[in-house]
């Protein structure tokens, strides 16, 4: 979850190298098995101008955001202009530092590592940001930022600039369930009252405060972020392993019964795999989460469309009814299950990841831009917005129900 900026720069640099080298380049890099000969140097050849292109397209935004939007959170790279919608305490900067370290960008890297020196605070930002943060979106770009960036140099200036903010964050646990608010006031360090968390929210914090613990020998972090899996595996799910996308903090109790692998779901799921590869396979509580979440999956979400029996997709659950309707966000799901079926050794798993994300592949194929839709539908989905419905699924199988395209990377991923 955490490199969103970065992700984008790998995406943006494989459909560049799509558009000059051909389609069949493109399912080339995204299926390497389809080579009839596969030859190393080729390989070799196809990998080193592949991140050459990344590389290239990564300078270039990176760049303009230097420019422009210097030490405030995003570009708008139409207008030039500037929006802050993460306090204003830099982000693209902090989101981009390991990907700038891994491409060896020593001049980049060292200017963003006297910003986050000298500028680097997590105070409010007087006219620019907000009073409030999203537990979520601080812990994913700006603590899992400084964190990878120690990680990849030892540095003590990003430990210790995860550590003040690891401490901002705490206070958000402080409900009579530990599950954390959803926004932590950072003026008077406490959390945000009356709003819901989401499954997402609360479910990915457990790496990054894991990995802080590890590092400081503090165990506070991991306890407050282990409790909220315990309370969420101690309620009682609509479908087995499966929650609901919303929690209230105070009650612990679950929103409408809306199961999904797509927005406010999603990186719960994600984050349970990856926490027990992290601890190398020693907390069985993460896999057997995972497992009967995923099993419940096949069981229950797992469809195929009429016509397309290649296909398989992943429909949302909402009040004992199936909604055919499957987001951008949720095609992570055949990366996961990919990595779940290496980690176990399981074949049906990798057979239903290569699947949903040839299904996922698929979206971008049946666009004039060959860019997936943000949502799509199947079987008179809900909604349709600009391509022909008709069309659309008659030749592809699926209906663009939302045709926007925020700079997703979970197709590539």
């Known amino acids: ?48 101008v592949r991140a050459e292109s990344i590389k290239k397209v990564f300078l270039h935004s990176y760049n ?48 963003a590592r006297e910003f ?39 540095d003590e200036l990003y430990l210790n600039k995860s550590i003040l ?4 964050l705490l206070p958000a646990f402080n409900t009579p369930t530990g599950i954390p608010t959803g926004e932590i006031d950072i003026v008077e360090k406490k959390g945000v009252i009356g709003s819901e ?17 590890e590092l400081t020998g503090n165990p506070i ?29 105070y009650r612990g109790r679950f ?13 719960f799921y994600e984050y349970l795999l990856k926490q027990y590869i992290m601890v190398r396979e020693t907390v069985p509580q993460y896999i057997d989460m995972w497992k009967l979440a995923v099993k419940s999956t096949v069981e229950n979400l797992v469809v195929s469309v009429r016509g397309f029996p290649e296909l398989q997709y992943l429909a949302q659950w909402n009040n004992n009814k199936l909604i055919f309707e499957m987001e951008h966000l949720a095609c992570f799901s055949g990366g996961n299950f990919i990595l779940g079926a290496r980690t176990l050794n399981d074949q049906s798993l990798l057979d239903l990841g290569l699947s949903l994300t040839s299904t996922c592949y698929n979206t971008y194929l049946g666009t004039g831009t060959q860019l997936g839709p943000e949502q799509f539908g199947w079987d008179q989905p809900i909604r349709y917005t600009n391509f022909p419905p008709n069309r659309q699924f008659q030749e592809f199988g699926y209906s663009v129900t939302n045709s926007r395209y925020p700079l997703r990377p979970e197709v590539v991923e």
């Open 255 to 267: 929103g409408k019964d809306w199961i999904s692998w797509g927005a406010y779901g999603d990186s």
């Open 64 to 111: 303009g955001y230097r420019k422009y939007a210097w030490g405030h959170d995003e570009l708008r790279p139409v207008s030039n202009g500037t929006v802050n919608n993460f306090n204003c305490w830099g982000m693209t900067i902090i989101d981009s530092l390991d990907t700038m370290i891994i491409m060896n960008l020593r001049k980049e890297y060292q200017e």
């Open 1 to 48: 979850m955490k490199l969103l900026i970065s992700q984008f720069f790998v995406v943006a640099g494989f459909f560049g190298f799509n558009f000059a080298f051909g389609h069949n380049i493109f399912e080339t890099l995204m299926f390497p098995n389809t080579l009839k000969s596969p030859n190393k140097k080729i390989s070799s050849y196809i990998n080193k």
């Open 197 to 213: 968390s989401s499954l997402a929210a609360v479910g990915t914090l457990q790496l990054e405060f894991r990995r802080l613990s």
């Open 116 to 154: 986050v020196k000298e500028n680097l605070d997590f105070g409010m930002k007087q006219g620019c940001g907000s009073r409030y943060a999203s537990v979520f979106e601080t812990n994913i770009r700006y603590l899992g930022g400084l964190l990878a960036a120690y990680d990849l140099t030892g």
């Open 221 to 249: 972090y991991l306890h407050k972020a282990q409790k909220v899996l315990d309370v969420i595996q101690s309620k009682k799910a609509p479908l087995p392993g499966l929650y609901p996308i919303f929690i209230d903090p």
């Open 165 to 168: 903010l690891g401490n901002l």
